[in-house]
T-cell receptor, first 113, second 115 residues
Framework: KQEVTQIPAALSVPEGENLVLNCSFT??????LQWFRQDPGKGLTSLLL?????REQTSGRLNASLDKSSGRSTLYIAASQPGDSATYLC????????????FGSGTRLLVRP | GAVVSQHPSWVICKSGTSVKIECRSL??????MFWYRQFPKQSLMLMAT?????????EQGVEKDKFLINHASLTLSTLTVTSAHPEDSSFYIC???????????FGSGTQLSVL
C-alpha cells in the first residue's frame, strides 16, 4: 500500500529565505508525482507535475525534483514571499494508471514579512 | 489553464437532509472526475472515481448509498450526500482530468456543516 509522508509538518521562515519541502513515498512504481498548494478553506492549485521518467520540473521560483528509486521528491522555493504562505501537498499517482492520487499530509508554510 | 467550478462553496444543513454538490469542467471535457474529502488539518482522502456514463468506483470504506455520484456528461459530476449527519461535516473537493497524461484540476471545494 502506497504511503506518502511529508516533512516537516510545519515551517516558518523569514521572507527572502530559500526553503525545501520534502516528500517521500513507499512504493516507487508511480506514474507521476504532483505538488499542490492549498490556501485555508480552499481547493488545490497544481504547482508542478513530474512524470515518472523525469528528474525535475521548474516553474518560476519553484523547482521540484524526483528520485523515484529512493522514493523521494523535494519542492524548492527560492526567495520566499509572504504570499507563498499556504499548505503544500505532494501526491503520487499509482503505476496502474488509474490516476488515483495518494496525498501526503502536507507542510504548512508561513513566510514572515 | 483549465477551470473546474464547484458549487456550492459552503453549505449548512440540518441532520437528515440531502445535499448535492456540483463539479463542472468549464473549458475542457473531463473523462474522469474524482471526489475527495478532507477533515481539518488532515490530507485529502479519495472517495470515488467517476467516469462519464458509467458507475462510480468507490474507495474502500466509502458508502456508495450514502455518497451518490452521478457523472452524467463530460463536463458535470455531482456528489449527493444523502441523509447527512454531523459526522459527514467535512470539506469536499472534486477534481477533473481530460487526459491521464495531464494535470488534475481541482474545484474550489465545498465546506459542509451538518447541524
Amino acid at each position: 500500500k502506497q504511503e506518502v509522508t511529508q516533512i516537516p509538518a510545519a515551517l516558518s521562515v523569514p521572507e527572502g529565505e530559500n526553503l525545501v519541502l520534502n516528500c517521500s513515498f513507499t512504493d516507487s512504481a508511480i506514474y507521476n508525482l504532483q505538488w499542490f498548494r492549498q490556501d485555508p478553506g480552499k481547493g488545490l492549485t497544481s504547482l508542478l507535475l513530474i512524470q515518472s521518467s523525469q528528474r525535475e520540473q521548474t516553474s518560476g521560483r519553484l523547482n521540484a525534483s524526483l528520485d523515484k528509486s529512493s522514493g523521494r521528491s523535494t519542492l524548492y522555493i527560492a526567495a520566499s514571499q509572504p504570499g507563498d504562505s499556504a499548505t503544500y501537498l505532494c501526491a503520487v499517482c499509482g503505476g496502474d494508471s488509474s490516476y488515483k492520487l495518494i496525498f501526503g499530509s502536507g507542510t504548512r508554510l508561513l513566510v514572515r514579512p | 489553464g483549465a477551470v473546474v467550478s464547484q458549487h456550492p462553496s459552503w453549505v449548512i444543513c440540518k441532520s437528515g437532509t440531502s445535499v448535492k454538490i456540483e463539479c463542472r469542467s468549464l473549458d475542457f471535457q473531463a473523462t474522469t472526475m474524482f471526489w475527495y474529502r478532507q477533515f481539518p488539518k488532515q490530507s485529502l482522502m479519495l472517495m470515488a472515481t467517476s467516469n462519464e456514463g458509467s458507475k462510480a468506483t468507490y474507495e474502500q470504506g466509502v458508502e456508495k448509498d450514502k455518497f451518490l455520484i452521478n457523472h452524467a456528461s463530460l463536463t458535470l459530476s455531482t456528489l449527493t450526500v444523502t441523509s447527512a449527519h454531523p459526522e459527514d461535516s467535512s470539506f469536499y473537493i472534486c477534481s477533473a482530468v481530460q487526459d491521464l497524461n495531464e494535470k488534475l484540476f481541482f474545484g474550489s471545494g465545498t465546506q459542509l456543516s451538518v447541524l
